[in-house]
């Protein structure tokens, strides 16, 4: 919670300076790539967790055995 609302005290002035700085550090050429990994990791996350729920939803559906 406290996150999200440091996150809307964000002004526009503190998202480009923290913009200016992750160029600075990290150069034109190598932000596509970590964008590219970041997002390879958002879709291996959602495919995970879709997968995930898709195995609760056929446990509960399926019925107990009973020995």
Request: glycine content about 12%; overall charge positive; hydrophobic content about 45%.
């Amino acid at each position: 919670m406290l996150s999200i609302q440091l996150l809307g005290a964000m002004g526009p002035w503190q998202i480009a300076l923290i913009i200016v700085v992750v160029l600075l550090l990290f150069g034109g050429k190598k932000i596509p790539e970590l964008m590219r990994g970041l997002g390879r990791g958002m879709k291996e996350f959602k495919d995970a967790s879709k997968e995930d729920a898709n195995v609760e939803e056929g446990s509960k559906n399926s019925p107990d055995k009973e020995k």
